[in-house]
């Protein structure tokens, strides 16, 4: 994993990095093989533990604009007479253009397969408001830091953290969060990438 070595204890094999160095997904953290008498390398299985500060991103764009759904006009109910594979409406439907609609069922039929629905449509209107710069500034980072948490894991030790934002042509706010992390990024070949 992509990283800034913050310590390295090598058990068996050769260190290849040491703290403060900038490492990339792949790199050898700790070579298989030790010198042994006379300058000869031994192939040894390396083994170690190399931790790392890494980074975590997540981004999100939170709209300034926000639909309000508002009641336009008296709710209209229209009843249906319903056989498993039959139905008889007894009125039409509304030709509301923005509307709302609600089914009840009510069983009429004892033990047999008859039941009524009634669908309840409502008439709205859609109005659109302006929200704060901030709490659409607000919103953008909290959205961005939750998504840079998830991406960071459960057993992430987070030790830094930040948001930054851009304003997108006042239609809303873009934020990017960074989650800085300790965690330990040596693996064995066979877990990660072959070397």
Do not use: H
């Not at 990283?3 to 094999?13: D, E, N, P, T, Y």
Request: net charge negative; glycine share 8%; proline share 5%.
């Amino acid at each position: 994993q992509d990283g800034v070595v913050r310590s390295v204890l090598c058990r068996a094999g050769t260190p290849k990095v040491k703290p403060g160095d900038t490492v990339r997904a792949g790199d050898v953290l700790i070579a298989g093989f030790e010198r042994g008498e006379n300058e000869t390398l031994a192939p040894v299985r390396a083994e170690g533990s190399v931790l790392a500060r890494v980074w975590y991103t997540g981004e999100a764009f939170v709209s300034s604009r926000a639909e309000r759904v508002e009641p336009d006009g008296e709710p209209v109910v229209r009843r249906l007479l319903c056989l498993p594979d039959w139905k008889y409406a007894f009125e039409t439907a509304p030709d509301f253009i923005q509307y709302e609609k609600e089914t009840r069922t009510l069983r009429i039929g004892g033990g047999l397969p008859v039941w009524v629905e009634e669908e309840i449509y409502r008439p709205v209107r859609t109005e659109i408001e302006t929200r704060s710069a901030d709490e659409v500034k607000a919103e953008a980072g909290l959205a961005a830091m939750r998504i840079a948490r998830e991406n960071a894991g459960w057993d992430a030790e987070i030790v830094d953290k930040w948001v930054d934002y851009s304003m997108i042509q006042e239609e809303g706010y873009r934020a990017r969060a960074v989650v800085e992390a300790l965690r330990e990024i040596a693996v064995r070949p066979s877990e990660g990438n072959q070397q």
